[in-house]
Nanobody, 115 residues
């Protein structure tokens, strides 16, 4: 299984970025796909999830600003991030979860939001 995250970068506050995570070597459609983030010196936190049935959930801190989506034909999950704030600065990781022994992580992509 491989998860390849991309799309991070430097953006000014108020700007937008779209992260992508391309999966291979797995039955993508059955997995819940998650985006986590980890700021320096902080724990890794769940940002957004999309389940196999396409239902979604979000951390309170990003509701109304971030949108998670998936394209099962492309084995890819996306995170559209709008109205970015400096506190959104973190390394963003995608995660594929089916059950405890079937959980996989991508390598992370850095998002930096300048004030």
């Amino acid at each position: 299984v491989q998860l390849q995250a991309s799309g991070g970068g430097l953006v000014q506050a108020g700007g937008s970025l779209r992260l992508s995570c391309a999966a291979s070597g797995m039955s993508f459609s059955i997995y819940t796909m998650n985006w986590y983030r980890q700021a320096p010196g902080k724990r890794r936190d769940l940002v957004a999830s999309i389940h196999s049935g396409h239902s979604t959930s979000y951390a309170d801190s990003v509701k109304g600003r971030f949108t998670i989506s998936r394209d099962n034909a492309k084995n890819t999950v996306y995170l559209q991030m709008n109205s970015l704030k400096p506190e959104d600065t973190a390394v963003y990781y995608c995660n594929a979860f089916y059950r405890q022994d079937m959980s996989f992580w991508g390598q992370g992509t850095l998002v930096t939001v300048s004030s």
